[in-house]
């Protein structure tokens, strides 16, 4: 029987060379992790602050006072907007805003795609960018990205407002009834058109009981 030979330790020099082979992969790799490490941080303070910034007023645009959420809550019916394509071609349409186990305000908006002959439907949440008695609130439907939603007019009696978003370009009147009240259609455009928005562009939608003129 043949014993095994013995083993003996490598030449010093071969390992420092193995070692110093060794070095730049494990540099690569501190250095991927960093990299990862800093991308994984920069967007989660990008997210953060997306969900923390005031979206844009547009000029000219003033949000109502002694603004009451609580009354403010339940369902409205969505006469008229300008035409965005999140709302493209659907009738019917209205939101719901009512206020989670949480405090957190929620928003559910609704409407019917006759082309396909189905219910569309989209939810979001909504919080107040300043003080709580003021009509200038920020939505969201996606994420930590918010839109502006600036409450401009406002009835007494919370039977109708109209909203302006983060431009213009967004616009709707609500009522709690699917036909706006005798007289108000024509106080609330010329309110409009002061602030700027285009009238030609405003769609008048079709809701149960309701022709889509907007008388």
């Given at each position: ?43 989660a303070a990008y997210l953060a602050w997306m969900a923390l910034r005031t979206p844009p007023r547009p000029a000219g645009v003033q949000p109502v006072g002694h603004f009451d959420i ?146």
């Amino acid at each position: 029987m043949h014993r095994d030979a013995p083993c003996h330790p490598r030449d010093p020099q071969d390992l420092r060379r193995r070692l110093d082979l060794d070095r730049p992969a494990a540099s690569g790799r501190s250095t991927g992790s960093a990299l990862a490490l800093g991308l994984g941080v920069g967007a989660a303070a990008y997210l953060a602050w997306m969900a923390l910034r005031t979206p844009p007023r547009p000029a000219g645009v003033q949000p109502v006072g002694h603004f009451d959420i609580s009354r403010y809550l339940g369902r409205w019916y969505e006469v008229a907007r300008i035409d965005q394509h999140f709302e493209k071609g659907l009738v019917r349409t209205r939101a719901e805003y009512s206020l989670a186990p949480n405090g957190r305000l929620q928003v559910t908006n609704r409407g019917f795609d006759p082309r396909h002959n189905r219910w569309k439907e989209a939810r979001g949440k909504a919080q107040f960018v300043g003080r709580p008695d003021v009509g200038a609130l920020k939505v969201s439907f996606f994420g930590p990205f918010y839109a502006g939603y600036h409450v401009v007019a406002l009835d007494e009696q919370y039977r109708w407002a109209m909203v302006i978003g983060s431009s213009l370009d967004y616009f709707w009147i609500l009522s709690r009834s699917p036909v706006l009240p005798d007289g108000v259609r024509q106080h609330l455009l010329a309110q409009a058109s002061q602030i700027g928005v285009d009238l030609d562009r405003i769609l008048w939608v079709m809701q149960d009981g309701a022709n889509p003129t907007g008388s």
